[in-house]
């Protein structure tokens, strides 16, 4: 049994986790600087086989202190292209870790209407990932974006059928649908809610609720859709512009 260890393990999927994992029964206390966005994903108790499940046990619940480096500074500290980063102190545990997962109140908004309405990835997946592409089409998931947007703006991408395997199809009534449901999208909402959400470049689909494509999706429909607050209306439309 060591008394303490200090260490910076490879950043590379989930192996500093193992790693942790690993040593922790070997020492009382251990110190680390690794990613820490597994324990702020806010989705990652509803996702199956996530980090946040799988090391509960022998991670998160040993934790005594933690310290988070914000993504900017990291990567201009470390020369690194990486999420945040964080400075653990693992030993009796104790410390707060759901925290750092909560929502914020209009991201709530959005994840709740998965609860009642269809998702972007059930009309995927009902369509067929390599349905029939004669008609009206969206494709979505082989564009994505590392930031806050999970389509590109480009509309060009979005009606073009692509031949890969992270693509998803959805076909549409009439343009007027495929139109707007680009909008919904790219919608500043969306895109809040996207980096939020989001883990990686992966994109959460089945946690991106579907709206009506036959109505005009402005911010007013948005806004009375999820229920947004007049605060909350503001803060995503009207401060953001």
């Not at 994992?21 to 989705?43: F, G, M, Y």
């Not at 649908?177 to 992966?202: A, D, G, P």
Request: charged share 30%; aromatic share 12%.
């Amino acid at each position: 049994m060591f008394d303490c260890c200090v260490m910076n393990p490879p950043y590379e999927k989930s192996l500093h986790l193992k790693i942790i994992a690993e040593l922790l029964p070997k020492c009382e206390t251990v110190v680390n600087i690794s990613p820490c966005r597994w324990l702020e994903d806010p989705l990652a108790r509803y996702k199956n086989n996530s980090d946040y499940k799988k090391f509960e046990d022998s991670v998160s619940k040993k934790i005594d202190e933690l310290d988070i480096i914000k993504c900017d500074n990291a990567n201009e500290l470390f020369d690194i292209e990486h999420s945040d980063l964080a400075i653990y102190k693992f030993g009796n545990g104790g410390y707060d870790y759901a925290s750092l997962s909560k929502m914020d109140s209009i991201s709530q908004k959005i994840f709740d209407k998965c609860k009642s309405c269809k998702t972007m990835m059930d009309i995927s997946t009902e369509e067929g990932y390599r349905g029939k592409h004669d008609g009206i089409i969206g494709v979505i998931g082989s564009h994505r974006h590392p930031g806050p947007k999970i389509i590109s703006d480009d509309y060009n991408l979005f009606i073009t059928y692509r031949e890969t395997c992270g693509n998803k199809l959805i076909f549409f009534k009439n343009e007027t649908e495929r139109q707007n449901c680009f909008k919904y999208l790219t919608s500043k909402l969306i895109k809040h809610y996207s980096s939020k959400v989001r883990q990686n470049q992966r994109v959460p689909w089945q946690f991106i609720p579907v709206i009506d494509f036959s109505q005009e999706c402005n911010d007013g429909y948005l806004k009375e859709f999820f229920g947004l607050t007049d605060k909350e209306y503001k803060n995503i439309f009207i401060d953001n512009l």
